[in-house]
């Protein structure tokens, strides 16, 4: 599976921004998609997630801010909407994928895309 994220950039504080995922190859054993971010001297921390079958889950910090979605006709492809951005969530924002089949489960990272919140 392969990842290619996009969408980040400079944002000012109370801004939007869109990220967006789409994955490639053996996809059919993507159970779950999500974000995570990392910033400069913090550990890497969970964002939001989405399963397969819709069911989200949300960081606590960006819960009524930050949607996570699924594109309808590319099921392949999620957007992580971010409104009312702050400034400390400056970070590199990375998607996430993970894999079941019967012979195993895997996790595969996107190559990260900086948010910048500033103004």
């Known amino acids: 599976v392969q990842l290619q994220a996009s969408g980040g950039g400079l944002v000012q504080p109370g801004g939007s921004l869109r990220l967006s995922c789409a994955a490639s190859?053996?996809?059919?054993?993507?159970?779950?998609m999500g974000w995570y971010r990392q910033a400069p001297g913090k550990q890497r921390e969970l964002v939001a997630t989405?399963?397969?079958?819709?069911?989200?889950?949300y960081a606590d910090s960006v819960k009524g801010r930050f949607a996570i979605s699924r594109d309808k006709a590319k099921k392949n492809t999620v957007y992580l909407q971010m409104n009312r951005m702050k400034s400390e969530e400056t970070a590199v924002y990375y998607c996430?994928?993970?894999?079941?089949?019967?012979?195993?489960?895997?996790?595969?990272w996107g190559q990260g895309t900086l948010v910048t919140v500033s103004s």
């Open positions: 996430n994928a993970r894999t079941s089949t019967i012979t195993s489960k895997d996790e595969y």
């Open positions: 190859g053996s996809t059919f054993s993507i159970y779950v």
């Open positions: 989405i399963t397969k079958g819709g069911y989200t889950v």
